[in-house]
C-alpha cells in the first residue's frame, strides 16, 4: 500500500507548463530519488506537496488523507515535511532557537535535543544559523524538517555543496530516517549520491515523468544519460 | 515556563533599585521619570511586534490614545473606579488592535508602514471630530486621579511607583509572550516567513497576537498616562508625536531584545529635559545626536551594549572574536 | 502629609541656601521658546524680561519696606501638554510659586490640576480658552474666547449681515469650543449662519470649502485661526471670484501679515480682536511706545503682538506683590483679587473695570472687550464706528 | 590572460571557492564544469569585482587586478554575461545595448549593425522590452550587450540555463564566433552541450576546488564528467 | 452645489499637482535606491527659504528659483552622503530614523537662520483665468504646468540621456548595471540630486502661493508618503496619478461632505485602495523575501 499517491498532477505558470499530468506512488519506508536536469519540475513538485503552491489539477492522498492538494499547515499537520533548495533557516536566531521554533511553534511539542546530536548540531546550539558554515546550515535544514516529526520528509537536494565526506555523513543520515519509519522522497543533482541510497528513482525532464525504476535501471537507461546530461533530447 | 525565573530575578532586582530611588526624587524628576515610564511599557509592547514580528507599524500612537480616551470616558463620565477602568482601557485598545491588525496585514513591508500611519492619521482625527466623547482639539478635562495608596509617599511618589510596577509587568508580561510558542512564531515570521509557513506555523494568528498583545499595553499605558496627567489631549496621539517616538525608542534602545526598548525610552525622555538649558539649540542638539547615534549604533544601545560585552568576553579570552 | 511639608521645608531650605544673601524673587514664566510656536511664545517671554529688568533697574520690588530684585525663570513649554507640565514641574522643583503663561491653549488645561492642587498663583498671558481661572490662584490678563466674539457678534448686528460664513481653524482649541456659542448668537441676531467650515493650521489649499462658500456667496466670511491661514484663505477666496466682506478673528501683526498676502487684497478685511500691542502703538499709547523702543533696544526686532500682554501681566504680579508686602502666594493671590487698575500704572492694555473698579472678575478673568479694526494700506487701523467703514 | 592564485571567497561564515586556482589562455577557450552549488556563480561574481577576495590574487593580463572595482574591470575587458542573463526587463532591446556600451559612451551605429549582424532577431525587436523576449532572444541580447562592452575576456555563466536545444546550439554558435574574434571565453556550465561546441580546455569544480583540468576533448568525451555527474 | 463640480475638480487637479510634484522626488529616490527620503520635506522646505531669500535680496524670481534650486541639489547629495550612505548594510528602519534625525536637524538650522514666523513669496504671476465653468489662478496654472513639465523633463532625463540610462538601469538590476561598468556613487549622487531639485522646485513655486516656514514640509511628506502607496511605490506615473487622485478626493470631500472629516476621507480611501489592491496602482506585486 502506498504512503503517498499522486494523480495526474498539473501546473502551469503564465502558460508555461511546468508539470503536466504527473502520477506516481510513494510506498511508506522508502528512499524514493527524483532527478531531472535543471528546470524538469522537481522544486515545483516539492512545493505541490508541500502546499507552498496549488496545482491546476490533480489530486494527492496521504496516509489515509485524500483531500490533497493542501495548505502548507495541513501538510505539516498530516505529516509532510520539507527542507528547501536554498537552505532557509531563521538567519537571525541561533540553532537551538531556531529548532525551537520548529518544535514548539510548528510541531506543538517540546524541543528535543535528540535531533541536534544526530545532525552533529549539539556543538552548535547558541551560534547565529545567519554565520553557520554551510554543511551546518544544510544540516540544519534537515534538523528543522525532522523537529516536525514527520511521516514523509521531502528533502530538497540536501547534498548541494557539500564535501565528500559530509555528503557520505547526509547520505547514512537518511537512510536512518527510513529506520525511524520516516519516508524520503529525496532530490538530488547528485546522482551519485542519490543512486547510493535510493531504493526507487523517477526521472523528470520538462514536467514530465520520463522514467521509473530501479537506480541500476536508470543508470543503464540512455534516454536518462542524454537528458541528463543536456545533450540532444527534443525540443520543447 | 522555566526560563523566566532569570529574567523575573533580574527585573525584580532593577525594579526594587528603581522603587529605592523614588524617595529621593523631586516633583519635576518624578514627573519625567513617570513620563519615561510610561513610554518604556509603550516601546516594549511595540517590539513585540517592530523587533520579534517584523512589522512597523505606526498606529501605535493612536492605539494609546485609545486606551487614554477609553480610561478618560470611564473614570470621568462613567465613574468606574480606576482599577476596573485601567484593564477595561486594555481590552478595549487590544479588540480595536485587533481590528486594525485585521485589515493592516494584507499588505507588508513599506505598504504595511503607510498603511498604519493612514489608520494612526485617522485615529488622530477622530480624536478631534468626536468631541462629545474626547472633547475634541480643548482636550479633556477634570479625568480624576488614581485612588491614593495608602502606604507610600506623595501622590507623584504613587504614580511613580504604580508606572514602574507597569514597566516591570510590560516587561514580563512581553518575556512570556515572546518565549511562549505564539512569540517564538512570531520570530519565525520575521526571520522568513516561507520557511515559517512550512513548518506549520500559522503566521496569521502569530502575527495577530502580536499586535494585539501591543495594543493592549498601550491601552494600559495610555490609561496610565490619562489617569496620571488628569488631562489628555488628541495632539498626544498624533502619529507625528507618540507613533514615531515610539518607534524611535525602540530602534534607539536596540529592536529584538525587550529591556533595550527601556534604556530608548529612559535616554530619549531625559535627553530633551537635560537639553533645556539650551534652549534654542536644544531641538538642534537632540537631533544631530539622534543622527550621530542611528549612524554609529545602527543596531541601538542594546546591540552596542552586546557587542561590547561580546568583544570583552573574547578579549578575556584571550582570543579573536569569531566571523 | 507630615512628610509632604517635610519635603516643602526640606525645597525651601535649599532654595534658602541656594538663594543667598542678595534675595531674589523667582517668578516662572511658561512659553514656548522652541519649536514652531516660538514665533508666539519668544517675544512674551522677552518682554516680561524685559519688564523685570525695568522694575530692577528702577529700585526692585519693595516688599514690606524690604527692596528684592525680580529674578525670571524661564520653562520652555514646547507647546505641548506634557513639554509644559515638565516645565511647571521644574520651575516648582527650583522653588518658583509664581509663574506667568502659558500661551496655548493645548498646554493651559493640563498645568491646571497641578496648579489647582500646589501652592503656586497663575497668571495667564495668552490662552484664550474658556474656564482655567478661579479668581483664588489662578487669574488672567487676557481675553477670554467669549470677549473675542463679543466684537464679532457686535459687528454683524451693526452690519446687520443677513447670512455669514464661518472658516474655523479646527486645531485652535478655544475657537472650536467657542463655535456653537458664536452660531447660536449670530442665528439669534438674524445673522444667518450659511456655511461653518474648518481647516487646520497648515493647511494651504482651501478651495473645497471656498468654492462652497464663495457659491454660497454670504455678506461677511469669517475666518478663525492664524494669520498665514488667514491670509491664505483671504487669497483664495477672493481668486475664486467671493467678493463680500472678509472678517477676521486672530491675533495677526501686519508684519506677518504683509509678508504672506498683499496690501490690496487685504485692504478693507476686517478683525475683531481685543487690541493688540501694534494698536495700542498705533493709538500712540505712551507706555506701548516706551517699551517698544525697550524691546526692540534689547531684542533688536519690535515686540510680538501679545508682548504688551505679557509685560502687564508681570507688573500686575509686581503690583500685587508690594500690596501683599509678601512673595507667599496665597497673599499674592489675596492681593491680586482686589488690585484696581489704577495701582498697576504700567499696563498698556486698557483692562475694563469690574464693577467695583477691581482689575480681575470674581473668577480672576480681567474684562479685555474685543474691538474691531480695519485693514488700510499696510496696517489695522481701530474702526471707532461699527456702522460704517 | 587570466590567471586566477588560490583565492578563498565566501559569504558569512561560507566559505565557497578554497584555495581555487586556474589559468586560461586567450586563444584556447575554457569550460568550468561543476554541479549546482560547486560555486561556479561565486567564480563568476568575483572575477567580476562583485564579490570581494579573501585571499589569493586575480590576474590579468599580467597586471593585479583583485581591488579594482567593477566599474574598472570592465574598463579594462573583463565582461560577464550573468546567471539567468540579467537582461533589464522594462528597458528596450536597443537601451540593453546602449547600456553594453556604456563604459564606452554612446555606441556607434556600426557597431550596433555589428551585433546585428550576428544576432539579427535584436534587430528585428530593437524597441521592445527585453523582458518581453524568449528565454533564448534573451540570452542572445546578454550576450550582444557583453559584445558592445568591447571584451577581452567574455565570462559566461550557465548561458544554457532553461534554455530549449536549438537555442543552445545558437548560443554555442554565437561564443563560437565571438572566440574567433579574439575574445577569450570563461565558459562556467553545468551542461556539457555548449562546453563540447565552445570549449577547448575545461575545468572541473567541484565543492569550491577545481577537482581536474585538462583538453577539452578529452575531459568531455567519454566517461570522465558523466562519472562525476551521474556517478557511474 | 453640483454646478460648482467643474470648479471643484478644478481645484483638486491643482491641490493633486502639488502632492504629484513632492511625491516625485521621493518616489524617484525610493524607487532608485530603495531609500525612504524622508528628510525630501525639509528640501522642499529649503527650496522655499532660499527662494524667498533670493527674492528679498532683490533676486528675479525666476532666477532665485533655479538658484535655489542648484543649491538644494548639492544639498540633496549631502543629505545621502550624511545621512544614507553611512547605513548601507543597516536595516530600512535605521534609514527611516535617521532621515527622521536629518529632517529635525534641517528644520532646526531653517529655524536658526531665518525664524518661524511664516512667510509667502510675492507671486511672480498674479493674475486668474476665469472661465465659464471654473476658474484658476495663473499660479495654480503654473504648478499644473511645471507639474507636467517636470513630469516630461524627467522622463526625457530617464528615457533620453545617458545618465537616465543608467539610473534605469540601476532601479531595475543594480547587479547587472554594476556589470556593465556603471558608477553606483555616480548614479546615486545623481538620483538624490534630482529627487531634491523636484523637492525644491515644488518649494519655491509653491512658496509663492502657500506660508514658508521650517516645519513646512513635514505635511506634504506625509501626503506623498500616502499618494506613494496609492501609486505604487517607485513608479512615477504612480506618483502623478496617485496624487491627482488625492488631490480631487480632498477637495471633494471638503467640498461635498465635510471640511472637518476630509483628511479622514483622504486616508480612508488610502486604506480602500490597498485593501483592493495592496501594490498600489502602478506597483508591482510585493515579492516575497
Excluded at chain 4, 34 to 39: E, R
Excluded at chain 5, 179 to 192: Q, S
Amino acid at each position: 500500500m502506498s504512503l503517498l499517491s499522486v494523480r495526474n498532477i498539473s501546473v502551469s505558470f503564465g502558460g508555461i507548463h511546468a508539470l503536466s499530468d504527473i502520477s506516481f506512488d510513494v510506498p511508506e519506508g522508502v528512499v524514493w530519488g527524483l532527478i531531472g536536469p535543471n528546470g524538469a519540475g522537481k522544486t515545483t513538485l516539492v512545493n505541490i506537496l508541500s502546499g507552498l503552491i496549488r496545482p491546476t489539477a490533480g489530486s494527492i492522498a496521504f496516509d489515509g488523507h485524500e483531500d490533497g492538494p493542501w495548505s502548507m499547515s495541513r501538510a505539516v499537520e498530516i505529516g509532510i515535511a520539507r527542507t528547501f533548495q536554498q537552505t532557509r533557516a531563521f538567519n537571525g536566531l541561533t540553532v537551538r532557537e531556531n529548532l525551537r521554533v520548529a518544535a514548539v511553534a510548528g510541531a506543538g511539542h517540546a524541543l528535543d535535543l535528540g535531533i541536534a546530536r544526530r545532525l552533529g548540531l549539539e556543538d552548535s546550539l547558541d551560534r547565529v544559523a545567519g554565520e553557520l558554515p554551510y554543511a551546518l546550515l544544510r544540516r540544519l535544514g534537515v534538523a528543522l524538517a525532522l523537529s516536525l516529526k514527520p511521516r514523509l520528509i521531502l528533502l530538497d537536494e540536501p547534498a548541494v555543496g557539500l564535501t565528500a565526506d559530509e555528503i557520505d555523513r547526509m547520505g547514512a543520515l537518511i537512510r536512518s530516517m527510513t529506520a525511524d519509519g520516516v519516508t524520503v522522497l529525496l532530490i538530488e543533482h547528485n546522482v551519485r549520491f542519490l543512486m547510493s541510497i535510493a531504493d526507487r528513482v523517477s526521472v523528470l525532464d520538462r514536467g514530465r515523468l520520463l522514467f521509473e525504476g530501479t537506480p541500476a535501471e536508470c543508470q543503464r537507461n540512455p534516454q536518462v544519460i542524454d537528458v541528463y546530461l543536456g545533450r540532444g533530447g527534443e525540443d520543447a | 515556563m522555566h526560563g523566566l525565573t532569570r529574567p523575573l530575578l533580574v527585573s525584580l532586582v532593577v525594579l526594587a533599585a528603581a522603587l529605592a530611588a523614588v524617595p529621593l526624587l523631586n516633583e519635576y524628576v518624578l514627573y519625567v521619570a513617570m513620563l519615561a515610564a510610561l513610554f518604556a511599557i509603550l516601546a516594549v509592547s511595540f517590539d513585540v511586534l517592530l523587533g520579534f514580528t517584523g512589522y512597523l507599524s505606526l498606529a501605535h500612537g493612536a492605539l494609546f490614545g485609545v486606551g487614554a480616551y477609553c480610561c478618560a470616558y470611564l473614570t470621568a463620565r462613567a465613574e468606574v473606579s480606576f482599577w476596573l477602568a485601567l484593564p477595561a482601557s486594555a481590552l478595549l485598545t487590544a479588540v480595536i488592535g485587533a481590528l486594525v491588525a485585521v485589515l493592516a496585514f494584507r499588505t507588508r513591508d513599506l505598504y504595511f508602514a503607510v498603511l498604519t500611519l493612514g489608520i494612526g492619521l485617522v485615529g488622530h482625527q477622530l480624536f478631534l471630530v468626536a468631541s462629545g466623547i474626547t472633547g475634541g482639539i480643548g482636550g479633556f478635562v477634570g479625568i480624576p486621579s488614581m485612588p491614593e495608596i495608602a502606604l507610600f509617599g506623595s501622590p507623584s511618589q504613587q504614580k511613580l511607583v504604580v508606572a514602574l510596577i507597569g514597566v516591570w509587568i510590560t516587561y514580563l508580561a512581553a518575556t512570556a509572550f515572546v518565549r511562549s510558542p505564539l512569540g517564538v512564531a512570531c520570530q519565525a515570521v520575521r526571520e522568513d516567513h516561507v520557511l515559517a509557513q512550512a513548518l506549520g506555523i500559522r503566521i496569521a494568528v502569530a502575527r495577530l497576537s502580536a499586535f494585539v498583545f501591543g495594543a493592549f499595553f498601550a491601552g494600559a499605558a495610555g490609561a496610565l498616562f490619562a489617569t496620571f496627567s488628569n488631562f489628555v489631549a488628541p495632539e498626544s496621539f498624533a502619529v507625528l508625536a507618540a507613533g514615531f517616538q515610539v518607534v524611535v525608542l525602540v530602534v534607539v534602545g536596540g529592536m529584538g531584545t525587550l529591556w533595550g526598548p527601556i534604556l530608548g525610552a529612559v535616554l530619549l525622555t531625559a535627553l530633551p529635559e537635560s537639553l533645556r538649558v539650551a534652549s534654542t539649540y536644544s531641538l538642534l542638539a537632540y537631533g544631530a545626536l539622534l543622527l550621530a547615534f542611528i549612524i554609529f549604533a545602527p543596531r541601538g544601545i542594546a546591540g552596542f551594549l552586546i557587542d561590547g560585552a561580546r568583544r570583552l568576553r573574547s578579549a578575556r579570552a584571550g582570543r579573536e572574536p569569531s566571523a | 502629609m507630615t512628610r509632604k511639608h517635610l519635603l516643602a521645608a526640606a525645597v525651601a531650605a535649599a532654595i534658602a541656601g541656594q538663594a543667598g544673601a542678595a534675595e531674589t524673587v523667582r517668578i516662572g514664566e511658561l512659553h514656548p521658546i522652541t519649536g514652531p510656536a516660538s514665533y508666539y511664545g519668544l517675544p512674551e517671554s522677552q518682554a516680561i524680561r524685559l519688564a523685570a529688568e525695568q522694575i530692577n533697574a528702577a529700585g526692585g520690588l519693595d516688599i514690606g519696606g524690604e527692596t528684592r530684585m525680580i529674578e525670571i525663570v524661564s520653562g520652555d513649554t514646547q507647546a505641548s501638554p506634557t513639554g509644559g507640565v515638565a516645565a511647571l514641574r521644574k520651575l516648582m522643583a527650583d522653588g518658583v510659586q509664581i509663574i506667568i503663561g502659558p500661551l496655548s491653549s493645548g498646554v493651559a488645561p493640563a498645568l491646571t490640576p497641578i496648579i489647582a492642587s500646589a501652592d503656586v498663583v497663575q497668571i495667564v498671558d495668552g490662552s484664550i480658552a474658556e474656564g482655567l481661572t478661579d479668581g483664588r490662584r489662578m487669574f488672567r490678563n487676557q481675553a477670554t474666547v467669549g470677549d473675542y466674539n463679543l466684537a464679532l457678534e457686535r459687528l454683524a448686528k451693526a452690519r446687520g449681515y443677513d447670512s455669514v460664513a464661518i472658516m474655523t481653524d479646527r486645531f485652535h482649541a478655544g475657537f472650536m469650543e467657542s463655535q456653537d456659542d458664536l452660531t447660536a448668537v449670530f442665528s439669534e441676531q438674524g445673522n444667518a449662519v450659511v456655511a461653518e467650515e474648518y481647516y487646520k493650521l497648515g493647511d494651504t489649499d482651501f478651495s473645497g470649502q471656498l468654492t462652497t462658500i464663495a457659491g454660497a456667496d454670504p455678506d461677511a466670511l469669517i475666518v478663525r485661526g492664524y494669520p498665514s491661514e488667514g491670509a491664505l484663505i483671504t487669497r483664495q477666496v477672493r481668486d475664486l471670484g467671493y467678493e463680500g466682506q472678509i472678517v477676521w478673528e486672530m491675533v495677526s501683526p501686519p508684519s506677518t501679515v504683509m509678508k504672506n498676502i498683499d496690501a490690496a487684497t487685504m485692504e478693507g478685511v476686517l478683525n475683531a480682536i481685543p487690541p493688540t500691542t501694534e494698536d495700542y502703538l498705533n493709538l500712540g499709547n505712551p507706555r506701548a511706545i516706551a517699551m517698544a523702543e525697550a524691546y526692540e533696544a534689547t531684542y533688536g526686532s519690535v515686540p510680538g503682538e501679545l508682548a504688551a500682554l505679557s509685560f502687564d501681566a508681570l507688573h500686575i504680579v509686581a503690583a500685587a506683590i508690594e500690596k501683599a508686602g509678601s512673595i507667599e502666594p496665597a497673599d499674592i493671590a489675596g492681593a491680586m483679587a482686589t488690585l484696581t487698575a489704577a495701582e498697576v500704572p504700567a499696563l498698556i492694555n486698557t483692562y475694563g473695570a469690574q464693577e467695583d473698579g477691581r482689575l480681575f472678575d470674581e473668577t480672576g478673568q480681567v474684562s479685555l472687550p474685543g474691538a474691531v479694526s480695519v485693514w488700510q494700506g499696510e496696517g489695522w487701523v481701530p474702526l471707532t464706528d461699527l456702522a460704517a467703514d | 590572460m587570466l590567471e586566477i592564485r588560490d583565492i578563498d571567497v565566501g559569504y558569512g561564515g561560507l566559505r565557497v571557492l578554497q584555495e581555487f586556482s586556474i589559468r586560461i589562455a586567450r586563444e584556447r577557450p575554457a569550460a568550468v564544469l561543476g554541479t549546482n552549488g560547486a560555486g561556479k556563480t561565486t567564480l563568476c561574481r568575483t572575477l567580476s569585482g562583485l564579490l570581494p577576495v579573501r585571499r589569493g590574487q586575480i590576474l590579468f593580463d599580467g597586471e593585479d587586478v583583485t581591488a579594482l572595482g567593477s566599474a574598472e574591470r570592465v574598463r579594462r575587458g573583463i565582461v560577464q554575461v550573468p546567471e539567468g542573463r540579467q537582461v533589464f526587463p522594462e528597458m528596450s532591446v536597443l537601451d540593453n545595448l546602449r547600456l553594453g556600451a556604456f563604459v564606452h559612451g554612446e555606441p556607434s551605429r556600426e557597431e550596433i549593425a555589428e551585433v546585428h549582424a550576428l544576432f539579427p532577431i535584436l534587430a528585428e525587436r530593437s524597441r521592445q522590452n527585453a523582458g518581453l523576449l524568449s528565454g533564448g532572444e534573451q540570452q542572445m541580447l546578454a550576450l550582444g550587450r557583453a559584445l558592445m562592452t568591447r571584451p577581452r575576456l567574455l565570462i559566461l555563466d550557465e548561458p544554457s540555463q532553461g534554455l530549449a536545444p536549438k537555442a543552445v546550439d545558437q548560443v554555442g554558435e554565437a561564443v563560437r564566433r565571438i572566440a574567433a574574434r579574439g575574445v577569450a571565453i570563461l565558459l562556467v556550465e553545468q551542461n556539457l552541450a555548449l562546453a563540447e561546441m565552445v570549449a577547448e580546455h575545461a575545468f572541473i569544480l567541484e565543492t569550491g576546488r577545481c577537482v581536474r583540468d585538462g583538453p577539452a576533448a578529452e575531459l568531455l568525451s567519454g566517461d570522465a564528467l558523466a562519472k562525476s555527474y551521474l556517478g557511474i | 452645489m453640483l454646478e460648482l463640480l467643474p470648479q471643484q475638480l478644478a481645484n483638486g487637479l491643482a491641490l493633486g499637482s502639488t502632492y504629484a510634484l513632492v511625491a516625485m522626488g521621493l518616489t524617484l529616490i525610493f524607487g532608485v535606491l530603495l531609500i525612504p527620503n524622508f528628510a525630501h520635506g525639509e528640501l522642499y522646505m529649503l527650496g522655499g527659504f532660499l527662494t524667498y531669500a533670493g527674492v528679498t535680496a532683490g533676486l528675479d524670481f525666476w532666477l532665485a528659483a533655479v538658484l535655489a534650486t542648484v543649491l538644494v541639489m548639492g544639498l540633496g547629495v549631502l543629505v545621502d552622503r550624511i545621512t544614507f550612505k553611512p547605513l548601507e548594510q543597516a536595516s530600512g528602519l535605521s534609514l527611516m530614523i535617521s532621515a527622521l534625525a536629518m529632517s529635525i536637524v534641517l528644520q532646526q538650522i531653517a529655524t536658526i537662520t531665518w525664524g518661524t514666523e511664516p512667510r509667502t513669496i510675492p507671486n511672480p504671476v498674479p493674475g486668474i483665468l476665469r472661465t465659464p465653468f471654473a476658474s484658476l489662478t495663473y499660479h495654480k496654472l503654473l504648478i499644473i504646468a511645471v507639474m507636467v513639465l517636470g513630469a516630461v523633463g524627467l522622463w526625457a532625463i530617464l528615457n533620453r540621456t545617458r545618465l537616465g540610462l543608467s539610473i534605469r538601469a540601476v532601479s531595475q538590476n543594480r547587479d547587472a548595471a554594476l556589470l556593465m561598468g556603471i558608477e553606483m556613487w555616480k548614479v546615486r549622487a545623481a538620483t538624490f540630486a534630482i529627487g531634491a531639485a523636484f523637492g525644491a522646485l515644488a518649494g519655491a513655486l509653491l512658496g509663492a502661493a502657500f506660508p514658508i516656514y521650517p516645519t513646512m514640509g513635514v505635511i506634504p511628506v506625509l501626503k506623498a508618503l500616502v499618494v506613494l502607496v496609492l501609486g505604487g511605490i517607485g513608479s512615477i506615473p504612480g506618483a502623478i496619478l496617485g496624487g491627482l487622485l488625492l488631490g480631487v478626493a480632498e477637495v471633494l470631500i471638503a467640498g461635498y461632505i465635510s471640511s472637518e472629516l476630509q483628511d479622514i476621507g483622504a486616508f480612508v480611501i488610502l486604506v480602500a485602495m490597498l485593501l483592493v489592491r495592496p501594490q498600489g496602482l502602478f506597483g508591482r506585486a510585493q515579492i516575497e523575501r
